[in-house]
């Protein structure tokens, strides 16, 4: 069943007329979110905590920020942008009791309402706002005039306009430009952890160092392996985004297209669509989110061991000196 998209004409921004909204977290999406929502003439006040370089960076953007529970007070919808790990005690402690009849509660990941992390009042509307990319894009994109698309999801709809409200608050960041896609909390969280974990951060790193390790260890300079097998990435991805796969085979040389063809089926075959599987149902089952609340739990001795472990990794060090080449490279 193809995805229902919304466009501007869609949208009743009148939803939004005399409501505050209240950005919690004013990191890589809040400052976006934040920002755009003003631009669009919207009444938006931030949270942040003080003394963070988050909080002089909201004061430094002409905002003041307050305590999470007094922006949760003073708000009619609460956009709730802390990390995923730290989201239900600022729930617990500082929004909840602050949420009263009537209010809606916005996310950007669904990670926390579908595990029941937070299980928010029947009498609040609840729904899902997520722009498809990181927050400085969100935000280059919409000063430039264009956006972002967005999904948007419906959990709770305690008023009758939760849906309105994610529209027109999905409008305000500048989603409405490119095109808003209904989902459900679920498919947008199992999805998301999936396409982290398979392809666009595990299963993509992974590639990278095993093919640069590969080239490596058989005797070829680290330089040559790092471009054959980091720097050119970005290449093909760019073609690939730009138009999809088969554009890509169009703009590359027969050589290329033809070991695409025949070898790259050995890379990923049955045995590594097994392991996506696996990892998968993981996530379906609620057997990675429990591993993840452990992880936090316990202060994160497998994410600390693993940046330790991974910190000096020869791919980067080689990149950091390739890359000094090219000054015209940019980071978000």
Known sequence: ?????YSRSDIRPD????????????????????LNLRDSGLDVIVSN???????????????QPLSASEAARQADIIQVLTQDELMAQVYKDEIAPNLTSGKSLLFAHGFNILYKL??????????????KGVGKMLRR?????????????????????ARDIALAYADGIGSSRAGIIETTFKEETECDLFGEQAVLCGGAT??????????????????????????????????????GIAWMRKCISNTAEFG???????????????????????????????????ENQTNQPVLNASRSSNNNLLVDTVGDKMRKMMPWLKKF
Not at 49 to 61: I, L, M, Q, T
Not at 118 to 127: K, L, N, R, Y
Request: charged residues 20%; negative net charge.
């Open 15 to 34: 939803v939004l007329n005399g409501k505050r909204i209240a950005i919690i977290g004013y990191g890589n999406q809040g400052h976006a979110h934040a």
């Open 141 to 161: 994109l919409y000063t430039e005039g264009r956006g972002l698309p967005a999904l948007i999801a419906v959990h709770q709809d305690a008023t009758g306009s």
């Open 49 to 63: 905590r003080p003394g963070s370089e988050n909080f002089k960076k909201a004061v430094a953007d002409g905002f």
């Open 206 to 243: 992974a590639l990278v160092q095993a093919g640069f390790e590969t080239l490596v260890e058989a005797g070829y300079q680290p330089e040559v392996a790092y471009f054959e097998c980091l720097h050119e990435l970005k290449l093909i991805v760019d073609l690939v985004h730009e138009g």
């Open 260 to 294: 695409d063809y025949t070898r790259g089926p050995r890379i990923i075959d049955e045995s590594a669509r097994e392991k996506m599987r696996q990892i998968l149902t993981e996530i379906q089952s609620g057997e990675f989110a429990g591993e993840w609340i452990h």
């Open 118 to 131: 937070i299980v928010p009042p029947p009498d609040v509307d609840v729904a899902l706002v997520s722009p």
């Open 1 to 5: 069943m193809p995805a229902k998209i």
